[in-house]
């Protein structure tokens, strides 16, 4: 049997979680991941592993343009979830059909599938899973026309991804987000958004995104007239052969309109027709649309009336596909200029009369944006303040509880018998009855109290063990042998320590390791001496004597990795994962 399919249902459910965390960050490793636990969840007959992972593959076919393979995958994905009892993945489910019908410009059916993810959304605690929400739900809003309610969506969207996402996840969501407003007229807050995603694409190298970013970020300038900048900006893009088909089409035309602006009219040419050569070749009925919208324009400019006229009478034909008010009002502008043109004054004053309407209709939108925008911006600050607050007051009651927990040891020789009785207590709820090691719930609250403490002020790495092959042991040799070599480890581990380090049992055959004013390499360091003694350990039940027994580690510092526990946590255990698929018996730290 393979080895993906040893895998037991927690890892099934860990390597999901990172497969849904790569979506934004690197979907070739995602697409790898995702194989592995549909094979592995498949074959163990797993049914809650298998669903999520197939929300997964569903969100990989999406955006590889596999519209009616994936909705064939996704109909029956809701009733399963609904059987589990599983609103998470329901909501995950609508929303991935609210985003085909999206797709196919099936408006009503959309909003029906986005509206239900919604109001499951109101009964479970934020995630990853609710970032997708809000960011497919305003890229809906938008080629639905429901322009009020897009930027919300969007910022819902930053500030889950400011929690529980990657540096990828926030630069998607400011980008989508300025994209927003650009259609909506307001280019003032779409610059400054844009300049922040590329930012951040520089602070973390996630290049990746950095193509879509800088298209955006020269459509706004083109809309100013500044073709020469937006040229600037677009020229580095055109040999990225990572960029996605769809995402290349819309560079080549915007840098086709940016020559035409310019005069040059071959250089527009030939970018125009490879820009519409890929629009076609991936179904992408936006960027078709603009390519037409380009030639038509390119074609007015040469004097090419009738050709003009057919070119932005196919992109008005394509408007079905979305309402997005940018597109709407150069098409229809095109249209009543190319009319005039030819003469034909009353068709050329009935589409002026449509673009002056919208127009006026965009020009308010776009006021109604940035008053709009502001009132967000500031609702979305009283409730970060207010869910920061709480988190203060829970680090400081954790604290406070530390402090009493030594007040009562300073005591103990006045209340001895009372505090003895009290401790044993304690101790029962925050110890693993095998081990004797701290359990994961007590670890997790010393973490949040040390690097509230530590205020980014001194590094503390965070390391998570596991043992290589225990079941193999388990089946080999039995429980009772699998138990004697969980304390021995623990025992080992615990005397190589410092007293400011702790250690606890985090689960099954799983380690975590806190270690204060120790950086990476320290941490690194200290695994390596922990592995050789380990490999050299007899462990002994019975008649049975085993050695060469081997860990893998993965390790995460603060605040290089992460600033919380859960990024912490979470980068430590795609290090695991890293060590384990490159052959196991190592220490790995974070990227």
Same mark, same amino acid.
């Given at each position: 049997?393979?080895?993906?399919?040893?895998?037991?249902?927690?890892?099934?459910?860990?390597?999901?979680?990172?497969?849904?965390?790569?979506?934004?960050?690197?979907?070739?490793?995602?697409? +790898?991941?995702?194989?592995?636990? *549909?094979?592995?969840?498949?074959?163990?007959?797993?049914?809650?592993?298998?669903?999520?992972?197939?929300?997964?593959?569903?969100?990989?076919?999406?955006?590889?343009?596999?519209?009616?393979?994936?909705?064939?995958?996704?109909?029956?994905?809701?009733? +399963?979830?609904?059987?589990?009892?599983?609103?998470?993945?329901?909501?995950?489910?609508?929303?991935?059909?609210?985003?085909?019908?999206?797709?196919?410009?099936?408006?009503?059916?959309?909003?029906?599938?986005?509206?239900?993810?919604?109001? *499951?959304?109101?009964?479970?605690?934020?995630? !990853?899973?609710?970032?997708?929400?809000?960011?497919?739900?305003?890229?809906?809003?938008?080629?639905?026309?429901?322009?009020?309610?897009?930027?919300?969506?969007?910022?819902?969207?930053?500030? /889950?991804?400011?929690?529980?996402?990657?540096?990828?996840?926030?630069?998607?969501?400011?980008?989508?987000?300025?994209?927003?407003?650009?259609?909506?007229?307001?280019?003032?807050?779409?610059?400054?958004?844009?300049?922040?995603?590329?930012?951040?694409?520089?602070?973390?190298?996630?290049?990746?995104?950095?193509? !879509?970013?800088?298209?955006?970020?020269?459509?706004?300038?083109?809309?100013?007239?500044?073709?020469?900048?937006?040229?600037?900006?677009?020229?580095?893009?055109?040999?990225?052969?990572?960029?996605?088909?769809?995402?290349?089409?819309?560079?080549?035309?915007?840098?086709?309109?940016?020559?035409?602006?310019?005069?040059?009219?071959?250089?527009?040419?030939?970018?125009?027709?490879?820009?519409?050569?890929?629009?076609?070749?991936?179904?992408?009925?936006?960027?078709?649309?603009?390519?037409?919208?380009?030639?038509?324009?390119?074609?007015?400019?040469?004097?090419?009336?009738?050709?003009?006229?057919?070119?932005?009478?196919?992109?008005?034909?394509?408007?079905?596909?979305?309402?997005?008010?940018?597109?709407?009002?150069?098409?229809?502008?095109?249209?009543?200029?190319?009319?005039?043109?030819?003469?034909?004054?009353?068709?050329?004053?009935?589409?002026?009369?449509?673009?002056?309407?919208?127009?006026?209709?965009?020009?308010?939108?776009?006021?109604?944006?940035?008053? !709009?925008?502001?009132?967000?911006?500031?609702?979305?600050?009283?409730?970060?303040?207010?869910?920061?607050?709480?988190?203060? *007051?829970?680090?400081?009651?954790?604290?406070?509880?530390?402090?009493?927990?030594?007040?009562?040891?300073?005591?103990?020789?006045?209340?001895?018998?009372?505090?003895?009785?009290?401790?044993?207590?304690?101790?029962?709820?925050?110890?693993?009855?095998?081990?004797?090691?701290?359990?994961? +719930?007590?670890?997790?609250?010393?973490?949040?109290?040390?690097?509230?403490?530590?205020?980014?002020?001194?590094?503390?790495?965070?390391?998570?063990?596991?043992?290589?092959?225990?079941?193999?042991?388990?089946?080999?040799?039995?429980?009772?042998?699998?138990?004697?070599?969980?304390?021995?480890?623990?025992?080992?581990?615990?005397?190589?320590?410092?007293?400011?380090? /702790?250690?606890?049992?985090?689960?099954?055959?799983?380690?975590?390791?806190?270690?204060?004013?120790?950086?990476?390499?320290?941490?690194?360091?200290? /695994?390596?001496?922990?592995?050789?003694?380990?490999?050299?350990?007899?462990?002994?039940?019975?008649?049975?004597?085993?050695?060469?027994?081997?860990?893998?580690?993965?390790?995460?510092?603060?605040?290089?990795?992460?600033?919380?526990?859960?990024?912490?946590?979470?980068?430590?255990?795609?290090?695991?994962?890293?060590?384990?698929?490159?052959?196991?018996?190592?220490?790995?730290?974070?990227?």
């Amino acid at each position: 049997m393979s080895e993906n399919y040893s895998l037991d249902r927690s890892e099934i459910d860990r390597l999901n979680l990172q497969c849904l965390s790569l979506l934004m960050a690197d979907r070739s490793e995602a697409k +790898r991941i995702n194989q592995i636990v *549909l094979d592995a969840a498949q074959a163990q007959g797993y049914g809650r592993g298998l669903a999520y992972a197939q929300i997964n593959q569903l969100s990989l076919m999406v955006y590889g343009g596999e519209i009616e393979s994936a909705e064939q995958i996704c109909l029956p994905l809701i009733e +399963r979830f609904r059987a589990l009892g599983d609103i998470e993945g329901q909501m995950a489910a609508h929303v991935c059909l609210g985003t085909i019908n999206s797709r196919r410009a099936n408006f009503v059916v959309s909003g029906q599938h986005f509206d239900t993810a919604h109001n *499951l959304a109101s009964m479970i605690p934020d995630s !990853l899973f609710k970032f997708s929400l809000y960011n497919r739900a305003g890229i809906d809003a938008i080629n639905r026309g429901e322009n009020h309610l897009a930027p919300r969506n969007f910022l819902l969207a930053v500030d /889950m991804s400011e929690r529980f996402g990657t540096p990828s996840h926030r630069v998607n969501s400011l980008s989508n987000l300025a994209s927003c407003q650009h259609d909506l007229g307001n280019d003032e807050d779409a610059v400054p958004l844009l300049q922040e995603a590329l930012g951040i694409i520089r602070q973390y190298n996630v290049n990746h995104l950095k193509p !879509l970013v800088s298209a955006n970020l020269a459509m706004c300038l083109l809309a100013t007239g500044k073709a020469n900048n937006a040229l600037t900006i677009l020229q580095p893009l055109f040999d990225e052969a990572n960029t996605e088909p769809g995402e290349r089409a819309f560079i080549f035309c915007l840098a086709a309109h940016s020559y035409l602006l310019l005069k040059d009219y071959a250089a527009a040419q030939t970018w125009l027709e490879q820009a519409q050569r890929l629009a076609i070749e991936c179904d992408d009925h936006e960027e078709q649309m603009h390519g037409w919208l380009v030639s038509g324009m390119m074609a007015m400019a040469q004097g090419r009336s009738q050709d003009a006229l057919v070119s932005f009478q196919q992109a008005f034909e394509l408007l079905s596909f979305t309402r997005n008010p940018f597109y709407q009002q150069q098409i229809i502008k095109g249209l009543a200029d190319v009319k005039a043109f030819l003469g034909e004054w009353k068709s050329a004053y009935t589409y002026l009369q449509q673009y002056q309407t919208q127009f006026e209709e965009r020009s308010k939108s776009a006021r109604d944006s940035r008053i !709009l925008m502001r009132n967000l911006e500031k609702e979305m600050k009283n409730i970060k303040e207010e869910r920061d607050k709480a988190l203060e *007051l829970q680090a400081a009651r954790e604290a406070e509880n530390q402090q009493l927990a030594s007040l009562n040891k300073e005591l103990s020789y006045q209340i001895h018998h009372v505090n003895s009785l009290q401790q044993a207590l304690k101790e029962q709820v925050i110890r693993d009855h095998l081990t004797g090691l701290y359990n994961r +719930r007590h670890f997790e609250t010393c973490l949040n109290a040390v690097l509230h403490e530590s205020k980014g002020k001194t590094v503390v790495s965070v390391v998570i063990l596991d043992l290589d092959f225990f079941k193999r042991v388990n089946d080999t040799w039995g429980h009772a042998f699998g138990d004697e070599v969980l304390i021995q480890f623990s025992r080992l581990v615990e005397s190589q320590l410092r007293t400011s380090d /702790m250690l606890c049992r985090y689960g099954g055959e799983e380690f975590c390791l806190l270690m204060r004013e120790a950086d990476s390499r320290i941490a690194r360091s200290k /695994m390596q001496t922990i592995a050789d003694k380990y490999r050299a350990l007899k462990i002994s039940h019975g008649e049975t004597t085993i050695s060469d027994c081997t860990f893998s580690a993965g390790i995460a510092e603060f605040p290089l990795h992460g600033e919380t526990r859960h990024e912490l946590l979470m980068r430590a255990d795609t290090a695991l994962y890293v060590a384990k698929m490159a052959g196991r018996d190592q220490a790995r730290i974070a990227e």
